[in-house]
């Protein structure tokens, strides 16, 4: 029987393995940089942190979503 600690520990895992991917990915970087980009144009206060952080929600977001596409297809 996987004990709750167990259980909490392998989640965090995979929460991190996911946010590593997708920081470590081209898409997230291109988006990120586009995002940064518009945000000091438009004189958004901590422009980096906050195409950084909209950055990752989306793709996250995105995840989700292709993941729950791939459960309601099989």
């Known amino acids: 029987m996987l004990r709750l600690a167990d259980y909490q520990d392998?989640?965090?895992r995979l929460i991190v393995?996911?946010?590593?991917?997708i920081c470590l990915s081209t898409e997230f970087h291109t988006l990120?940089?586009?995002l940064e980009a518009i945000y000091?144009?438009?004189g958004v206060e901590n422009s980096v942190v906050t195409?950084?952080?909209?950055?990752?929600y989306?793709?996250?977001a995105q995840n989700e979503e292709e993941?729950?596409?791939k459960?309601?297809?099989h």
């Open 10 to 12: 392998e989640q965090m």
């Open 17 to 21: 393995d996911r946010i590593s991917s």
């Open 32 to 34: 990120r940089e586009e």
């Open 40 to 42: 000091e144009r438009c």
């Open 51 to 56: 195409a950084f952080q909209d950055a990752l």
């Open 58 to 60: 989306t793709m996250l």
């Open 67 to 69: 993941g729950a596409v």
């Open 71 to 73: 459960i309601h297809a």
